[in-house]
Nanobody
Framework: QVQLVESGGGLVQAGGSLRLSCTASERTFSSYVMGWFRRAPGKEREFVAA????????YYADSMKGRFTISRDNAKNTVYLQMNSLKPEDTAVYYC?????????????????WGQGTQVTVSS
């Protein structure tokens, strides 16, 4: 079982930036495709971004392209999400996920490895 611990959420004004971090307990971290999802109030959880095992390939939901950047440091077992130009509609709980796979045009969490979530609130 992979333990994922997120940090970095908080309250920010529209147009501001936040950087989320997620550290995994597993030494096999570097073998996982990692990613971020979010759940806004009253909505279903949605895909945000994913990154390949070596960090060379990144994937984003259309609404995040150009504003969010996912990266990873395998030596630290950590994945990051840099969020710029934040909007009130980005307000959500953000979840780190491990061992993602792309199936039938959507990202799935293969073994249901999730962090506890971190709240991001963007004020207008």
């Amino acid at each position: 079982q992979v333990q994922l611990v997120e940090s970095g959420g908080g309250l920010v004004q529209a147009g501001g930036s936040l950087r989320l971090s997620c550290t995994a307990s597993e030494r096999t971290f570097s073998s996982y495709v990692m990613g971020w999802f979010r759940r806004a109030p009253g909505k279903e959880r949605e895909f945000v971004a994913a990154i390949s095992q070596g960090g060379m390939l990144t994937y984003y939901a259309d609404s995040m392209k150009g504003r969010f950047t996912i990266s990873r440091d395998n030596a630290k077992n950590t994945v990051y999400l840099q969020m710029n130009s934040l909007k009130p509609e980005d307000t959500a709980v953000y979840y780190c996920a491990a061992d993602l796979v792309f199936v039938s045009d959507r990202w799935l969490n293969r073994n249901d490895y999730w962090g506890q979530g971190t709240q991001v609130t963007v004020s207008s």
